[in-house]
Every structure is written in structure tokens, then in C-alpha cells.
């Protein structure tokens, strides 16, 4: 009978659970190893990661995870401890809940790290879940789990691995600021495009973690799409504005050609951005139809016309035009037709593009539900810090 086979099942995943918290008792039993690795072990951090990414596929313990974060938001030196404590749970398992569940908490704890001082930012996650495969569910549903565990991996460690990269090019004062700006849209361009590959993939999907997982890929959207949106109308008024910017020509490079390297970039980033406005209203409309929260609230995302895309392209290349006319260079091949046009660029931007507001701080929240800031659900909110000092001994 299934639903005995489930029980059975669901009694095996619990029992693995008391067993990894009775091996962590008993190791912070034993003396302290002189290895330099024993330092980022903690016993009771690992005990509390463990309640956290419990085997029940049915709901997430909420009460384990606000004390994972409000550890994390305690003290930036127990970010790493918690990161590798989660790596040990993650590296070990084939439950599809286990791995998403540390996936959400790893999430949670990059973001944390964002803020952290950058002694103790996290690197590139330690853990690596590419090739993970469940065993946990019934075989007409393994393989849908999998990939969305995957998918969700994968867009993690993209981003930690770009967050890691940005740490080390702060001290490259040498980049034009311009081009890093440009370079910085195209990856969080390729950030949304990974996020948006989170979804469920098969048929008996709409289970409440996997509904909650989508919650906080919603929230990532939110945050990737808005800087997209504040990179590029920056890069438009840095180009076709009163006081435009000059690029810096790369050793050997004429000044026109690194303002067409530049134009060119601009477009295919323009051209991409126009690309993922219609994909991110297919992927809202999905996220809305299996019943996902923060969806729910979400504005229309307007698609910028095909026509303003060619206006901003003769507009840019124009001025690749004039200062190739100016250094006197002969060849007079253009990209596009140049044409005189009207049109404002920062009407196309305010007209047509969906910027976020970015007043998501505190304002409002006091009448709102825990968990909540103005419509959306924060699946990262963390206790407050009495929540774990309270608790007493978190192995027990």
C-alpha cells in the first residue's frame, strides 16, 4: 500500500536524523583534533544545521533555520563554520529534500555574507551538488527533483563564484569603471537566466518546499532584475546623456573603436535585456499558477519595443560615427543605418523598462505577519538572537 510505504519511509528519514544527531554528541565528546580543518567544527552549530535540513519533505523547520540565520547575523566569524557545516550535510546526502534544504540555508548565508566584512566573506561554496542524484522518492519523481536541485545549485555557485571574483577585482584600480559596469550587467544577466531554469520539472511537484525554494528564487529576481534595470539606464545616460562618458582604450586601441567595443556591448546587453523580459512574464505566470506567494504581488514586466531597441542602436552608433569622422579614419562602414531621431533615451527607459523600487528596508514592516515586508515573503528573516541564547543546549 502507498501510503504505508510512505509512513516506512518518512520513519527510516526521521531515524537518520536522531542518528547524525547522536554522532554529533558524541564527537563533541571526544578531545579537540589539533587539525587546522577542526576549527571551522562546531558541534552545536552542526546540530542545529542538521534540525534545519531534516528529511521531512513536507515542510521546513522554521525554528532551525531562524537559528542558523540569526547565528550568522550574530557574528560574521560563525559564517564559515555554518557554511562547512552545511557542506558536510549536503556532500553526504541523496534526499532531495536534505540538498534543497541546505541549498535555501547556503542562500541565505550569501547573502549574509554580502554584508559581512571581507576578512569574513564566504568564498565559492565548498560543496558540490552538479551531478546530484535522489534516491529518496519514487522513481516517477526522482528524476524532477533532481534537476531542480541541480538547477538550483547551479545558480548558486555561479553566483558565489562571481561574488568571490568581485572580492579580488576591488583592488584593480586600473578597470575602466564603465566597462565593469557593462561586464557586471551581462553576469547578472546570466544570474536571471540560471534563476529562471529553478522550476519544477516534472509532473507532483507542487509540494510545499519546493513552493518555499521558488519563494526565495523570487526574491533573487527581484534583487538581480533591479540592478540589471539601474545597470543599464546608467550606461544609457553615461552615453547619450548631456555629459557622456569616455571609454578608456585598451593599449593599442583608437578612441573610436573602444567607443564601438563599448556600443557594441551596450546593444547585446540591451538586446538580451528585451529577451528576458518576455521570459521572466512566462516564468511569473508559472510561479503564479503553482500557487508561489511572492509571486502573487508582482508588476507586469513590459517588453522594450523592438522599434526603441533599433532607435537606441542608431543613437549609439551615431556617436561611433562622429568620433571615427573626427580621427579621420576612412573606412566608413557602420553597423546599422544612421539615421537623426527624436527619440530621448531616458523616455525609453522610464517609459517602457519595470525598475524596482529599492525601499525594501524596514518601512511598513511593523503591521506586518513575521516573515513578510510589504507584500513579499522573506524566506530569509532570521530570529532574533534571543531565539537562540533561549534555547538552551542546541545538541539535546
Known sequence: MTTARQW????????KDRRSLYL?????????????????????LEAVVIRATSHDERSVDYRSAARVFALARASPAVLQPLMWALARRAGRTRCWAVALK??????????????????????????DLADFRD??????????FSAFVRAYFHFLDTRSLFAAQDMD???????????????????????????????????????????????????????????????????LVGVLGSAPTTPRPRPGE??????????????????????????????????RSLGVLNAAEFPAVERIPDDDIRDLEKLIMSHVVEDRGKEKVSEEKALVAVEDTGVASRTVVTREWVV????????????????????????????????????GNLLV
Open 102 to 127: 541546505a541549498l535555501m540555508l547556503a542562500h541565505g548565508l550569501l547573502l549574509r555574507s554580502d554584508l559581512a566584512p571581507r576578512a569574513a566573506r564566504l568564498g565559492r561554496v565548498p560543496f
Open 169 to 235: 577585482n576591488n583592488d584593480d584600480d586600473d578597470a575602466d569603471d564603465e566597462d565593469a559596469r557593462l561586464d557586471g550587467v551581462s553576469r547578472l544577466q546570466h544570474l536571471l537566466d540560471l534563476l529562471m531554469q529553478i522550476r519544477p520539472y516534472g509532473d507532483g511537484m507542487e509540494q510545499g518546499l519546493i513552493l518555499e525554494a521558488m519563494d526565495c528564487v523570487v526574491i533573487e529576481i527581484f534583487e538581480v532584475y533591479s540592478q540589471i534595470c539601474t545597470g543599464i539606464a546608467r550606461f
Open 254 to 287: 583608437t578612441m573610436a573603436a573602444a567607443r564601438r567595443r563599448r556600443g557594441l556591448q551596450g546593444m547585446r546587453v540591451l538586446r538580451k535585456a528585451s529577451e528576458q523580459s518576455a521570459q521572466l512574464t512566462s516564468y511569473f505566470e508559472l510561479c
Open 24 to 44: 554529533t554528541r558524541v564527537a563533541a565528546l571526544r578531545p579537540a583534533s589539533p587539525a587546522a580543518a577542526a576549527a571551522l567544527r562546531n558541534a552545536e
Open 8 to 15: 516506512w519511509r518518512r520513519a527510516a528519514a526521521a531515524a
Open 135 to 144: 534516491r529518496s522518492s519514487s522513481p516517477t519523481k526522482t528524476s524532477g
Open 356 to 391: 524596482f523600487d529599492d525601499d525594501d528596508e524596514d518601512d511598513g514592516v511593523a503591521g506586518a505577519r513575521q516573515g513578510h515586508f510589504g507584500h513579499y515573503v522573506n524566506p530569509f528573516l532570521g530570529a532574533p538572537w534571543e531565539a537562540v541564547t533561549g534555547s
